[in-house]
């Protein structure tokens, strides 16, 4: 499984971005996520979200009412939308899969993403 993410970039405080997470291979009932990590702080939980049935998704409470994470199955893409962002939501974004749910645990996680920087001023 290879993970390819986009969509990062530079943005006022209150603004939006959509970072996407491109994967190829098997993961079709894969437990998908996005993490953060800020210079000098340990990697963090976002957003998770299980790519079978009803595709289950959790949120690190900083994020919730804030962020969305989706999927799209027939492009075997998983989106983070972030709205009202904040300086502190400055980070390095990671995507990652793996075949078991782990939830916000970075640990649980096979496969990552060389990440997509965000900052937010």
């Known amino acids: 499984v290879q993970l390819v993410e986009s969509g990062g970039g530079s943005v006022q405080a209150g603004g939006s971005l959509r970072l996407s997470c491109a994967a190829s291979?098997?993961?079709?009932?894969?437990?998908m996520g996005w993490f953060r990590q800020a210079p000098g702080k340990v990697r963090e939980g976002v957003a998770v979200?299980?790519?079978?049935?009803?595709?289950?998704?959790y949120y690190a409470d900083s994020v919730k009412g804030r962020f969305t994470i989706s999927q799209d199955n027939a492009k075997n893409t998983v989106y983070l939308q972030m709205n009202n962002l904040r300086p502190d939501d400055t980070a390095m974004y990671y995507c990652?899969?793996?075949?078991?749910?782990?939830?916000?645990?970075?640990?649980?996680?096979?496969?990552w993403g060389q990440g997509t920087q965000v900052t937010v001023s």
């Open positions: 291979g098997y993961t079709s009932r894969y437990c």
């Open positions: 979200i299980w790519t079978g049935g009803r595709g289950i998704s």
């Open positions: 990652a899969a793996g075949p078991l749910f782990a939830g916000l645990g970075p640990a649980g996680y096979k496969y």
